[in-house]
């Protein structure tokens, strides 16, 4: 009973923050996300009865008490489910930094879900593997299917799920990854979502994410990608606007963040249509057509700050491998 998948990090150009329901990670709204095709965890999953308790090592560590707990909820929930009491050995690799806004709980927990509920001979479909994912992080369910997702805004376990809404060859865009600091967050984002409803804010930013969505889903069936990068860049801002307003307020950007923010806007000026996002941390992603990947990657090759940068196409979902951990 043995099973190991890889799973991709996901960058949401609308973003979500705060939940409807923190057990079942019910977003407060609908999102829409690109899976990554160089980021990526693979996750190796074995139940055997030659376990006496669950072993996780993560990048060849043993997680804190904290997500070590987490992870074995998770297992829990793939145990249930298959109605078997077997202990598990787990072993997962990033390539990429944990814990920095690149979203390595989404490619994590997809990677275990897929991995796990194999390895316990559950053949789940992409909508209940989403479904799994989503309960042991939130974006996990948008690394489940392939290309531009949408996870949609349910109110019951049953109906928050995440879908395809164009496959990954359905636009050549790149998000360009700039590594400015590999340290870890001090503020987990699932903490800190608990309080974003205390930003005068929240209320006014969710009663326009439905309008913004739809947006989003024209602009990319047309390819528009000026509007597009106009939007993401401003909805990147806006989430940030939350989270400084909040009680206690998070400030997740680091002086490396920041200029590369505001180089940004003087790269368009020079002629290169390139625009912004960022998640929950301190990495930031450069969105730009295909064409102009060289030329970015160029200009932050030039940053004495910028630690790597990673190239980003729209990518496959969870999937399999036979080349096992251990």
Same mark, same amino acid.
């Given at each position: 009973?043995?099973?190991?998948?890889?799973?991709?990090?996901?960058?949401?150009?609308?973003?979500?923050?705060?939940?409807?329901?923190?057990?079942?990670?019910?977003?407060?709204?609908?999102?829409?996300?690109?899976?990554?095709?160089?980021?990526?965890?693979?996750?190796?999953?074995?139940?055997?009865?030659?376990?006496?308790?669950?072993?996780?090592?993560?990048?060849?560590?043993?997680?804190?008490?904290?997500?070590?707990?987490?992870?074995?909820?998770?297992?829990?929930?793939?145990?249930?489910?298959?109605?078997?009491?077997?202990?598990?050995?787990?072993?997962? &690799?990033?390539?990429?930094?944990?814990?920095?806004? #690149?979203?390595?709980?989404? /490619? @994590?927990? %997809?990677?275990? +879900?897929?991995?796990?509920?194999?390895?316990?001979?559950? &053949?789940?479909?992409?909508?209940?593997?989403?479904? #799994?994912?989503?309960?042991? /992080? @939130?974006? %996990?369910?948008? +690394?489940?299917?392939?290309?531009?997702?949408?996870?949609?805004?349910?109110?019951?376990?049953?109906?928050?799920?995440?879908?395809?809404v164009f496959p990954p060859d359905h636009w050549a865009i790149a998000?360009?990854?700039?590594?400015?600091?590999?340290?870890?967050?001090?503020?987990?984002?699932?903490?800190?979502?608990?309080?974003?409803?205390?930003?005068?804010?929240?209320?006014?930013?969710?009663?326009?994410?439905?309008?913004?969505?739809?947006?989003?889903?024209?602009?990319?069936?047309?390819?528009?990608?000026?509007?597009?990068?106009?939007?993401?860049?401003?909805?990147?801002?806006?989430?940030?606007?939350?989270?400084?307003?909040?009680?206690?307020?998070?400030?997740?950007?680091?002086?490396?963040?920041?200029?590369?923010?505001?180089?940004?806007?003087?790269?368009?000026?020079?002629?290169?249509?390139?625009?912004?996002?960022?998640?929950?941390?301190?990495?930031?992603?450069?969105?730009?057509?295909?064409?102009?990947?060289?030329?970015?990657?160029?200009?932050?090759?030039?940053?004495?700050?910028?630690?790597?940068?990673?190239?980003?196409?729209?990518?496959?979902?969870?999937?399999?491998?036979?080349?096992?951990?251990?």
């Amino acid at each position: 009973m043995k099973a190991t998948a890889i799973a991709p990090s996901n960058i949401a150009f609308t973003k979500y923050w705060g939940k409807k329901d923190e057990v079942l990670r019910l977003p407060e709204n609908a999102n829409i996300s690109m899976c990554l095709s160089n980021l990526l965890t693979t996750t190796t999953v074995e139940f055997s009865k030659n376990y006496s308790k669950d072993e996780i090592t993560v990048n060849n560590k043993a997680l804190k008490q904290n997500e070590e707990k987490r992870a074995i909820k998770h297992l829990d929930r793939v145990r249930k489910m298959a109605n078997i009491n077997l202990k598990a050995k787990v072993m997962s &690799n990033n390539n990429f930094p944990s814990g920095t806004g #690149l979203s390595s709980s989404a /490619s @994590g927990f %997809a990677a275990l +879900s897929l991995a796990a509920s194999c390895a316990a001979d559950l &053949n789940l479909s992409e909508k209940d593997l989403s479904i #799994l994912a989503r309960q042991g /992080s @939130g974006s %996990a369910c948008r +690394s489940i299917p392939s290309g531009f997702v949408e996870w949609l805004d349910g109110n019951t376990s049953k109906s928050s799920y995440a879908i395809q809404v164009f496959p990954p060859d359905h636009w050549a865009i790149a998000d360009v990854v700039a590594i400015v600091s590999e340290g870890k967050k001090e503020v987990p984002t699932s903490v800190g979502q608990q309080t974003a409803r205390s930003s005068p804010f929240m209320q006014i930013r969710l009663a326009h994410m439905r309008e913004k969505n739809e947006k989003v889903k024209k602009y990319i069936a047309e390819k528009n990608f000026k509007e597009f990068g106009e939007l993401v860049e401003q909805e990147a801002l806006e989430l940030h606007t939350i989270m400084l307003t909040q009680t206690p307020p998070l400030i997740y950007w680091t002086p490396g963040t920041l200029k590369i923010m505001k180089l940004t806007r003087h790269w368009r000026l020079e002629g290169i249509c390139v625009y912004f996002t960022i998640n929950t941390g301190q990495d930031i992603h450069l969105i730009c057509e295909a064409e102009n990947i060289k030329k970015v990657k160029s200009k932050l090759s030039k940053l004495d700050f910028v630690k790597n940068i990673i190239i980003n196409t729209p990518g496959e979902g969870a999937r399999f491998t036979k080349n096992h951990l251990f």
